[in-house]
């Protein structure tokens, strides 16, 4: 008798229902108890004149005991995962109110905010392109070709504050009046929480936007703090 039909038989006739039977089907595949019981019912209801070789009782022991191997390193690695998920939300925690060099989207709030150009190397023309919150493009601004680090003053050009709210940037790259490259530029943004998110710690930015640590380049103190 084959030992899954065993199995099949022992979930209908037992005092435990199907449908709970069915629920528990990932814990009873890694109780090894529950599995020796299956193996000596196998045994017992086996064909006197077609035994079962040892060999494949064998191979079936060595089978289930990798398989419960495996759930139980998949159980300590999550358990290891979320154990230092919550130790870098920990050491995380000290950079709420610090400002992170990152390319998202960051909130403007009246202030300048630091532009972190960094053109292609053979431009002789560069652009930084303002976005609002939407994607839309607000402003393009010719800018040096430099990597120096420069103010985005928030003003249009009729002096116009822009209203506070998300912007991004772009560096538009061009050589003999055609565009070679276009990329996000790095600004600073404030960092308002930390949290975990599926295990891992994740940064959120004055404005709303979520990043990773690993998005992040750079911390400094607030300078208008």
């Not at 139980?72 to 109110?97: E, P, R």
């Amino acid at each position: 008798m084959d030992i899954n039909a065993l199995a099949a038989s022992a979930a209908t006739s037992g005092s435990t229902s199907s449908a709970a039977a069915e629920q528990n089907n990932s814990v009873l595949s890694s109780d090894f108890e529950t599995f020796l019981k299956m193996l000596t019912a196998q045994a017992k209801y086996q064909d006197p004149l077609e035994p079962i070789d040892s060999s494949e009782y064998a191979a079936q022991l060595a089978q289930f005991s990798m398989v419960e191997q495996q759930v139980l390193s998949n159980d300590l690695l999550t358990a290891l995962t979320a154990q230092l998920g919550s130790s870098n939300l920990a050491q995380m925690a000290s950079w709420i109110g610090m400002e992170a060099c990152t390319t998202a989207p960051v909130y403007f709030d009246g202030s300048p905010i630091q532009i972190n150009p960094n053109p292609a190397a053979i431009a002789d023309e560069v652009f930084l392109v303002v976005r609002d919150g939407s994607g839309q493009e607000v402003q393009r601004l010719s800018i040096p070709v430099s990597a120096e680090p420069l103010d985005w003053a928030g003003v249009s050009a009729d002096g116009e504050p822009f209203a506070n709210g998300v912007y991004s940037f772009d560096i538009e790259s061009r050589a003999n009046g055609e565009i070679i490259l276009v990329e996000p530029t790095e600004t600073f943004a404030r960092i308002v929480e930390t949290r975990l998110e599926n295990g891992a710690p994740i940064l959120i930015l004055e404005g709303g936007a979520a990043i990773s640590a690993t998005d992040v380049s750079g911390l400094r103190e607030p300078l208008n703090s």
